[in-house]
């Protein structure tokens, strides 16, 4: 069984930074790719970042490249999303997930899924 539990949302000005983080637990945690997507009201769970069980590859969505950073402690099995520069943008529900499907940047190739933490921006 794989848990996953994020934290570290809240609420920030525009142009503040964050970050969150995702404890993992599980048996093959350690050996797997996981993710960050985010989802606002009425919007559909898109990509936000990934990264590889090693540490050494990591993917951004366009629209936070250059802002976003991923990174994990493997040896305290969380991963991190540091978030610099924040936009009205930004705000959403920030789930962490874990990869076992070939797409990086689509949903259905994630299998379990945090309970997700809010993160507000305020303009």
């Known amino acids: 069984q794989v848990q996953l539990v994020e934290s570290g949302g809240g609420l920030v000005q525009a142009g503040g930074s964050l970050r969150l983080s995702c404890a993992a637990s599980g048996r093959t945690v350690a050996s797997s790719s996981l993710g960050w997507f985010r989802q606002a009201p009425g919007k559909e769970r898109e990509f936000v970042a990934s990264?590889?069980?090693?540490?050494?590859?990591?993917s951004y969505a366009d629209s936070v490249k250059g802002r976003f950073t991923i990174s994990r402690d493997i040896a305290q099995n969380t991963v991190y999303l540091q978030m610099n520069s924040l936009k009205p943008e930004d705000p959403a529900v920030y789930y962490c997930a874990r990869r076992i499907g070939c797409s990086q940047i689509v949903a259905t190739s994630y299998d379990y899924w945090g309970q997700g933490t809010q993160v507000t921006v305020s303009s």
């Open positions: 990264i590889s069980w090693s540490g050494g590859s990591t």
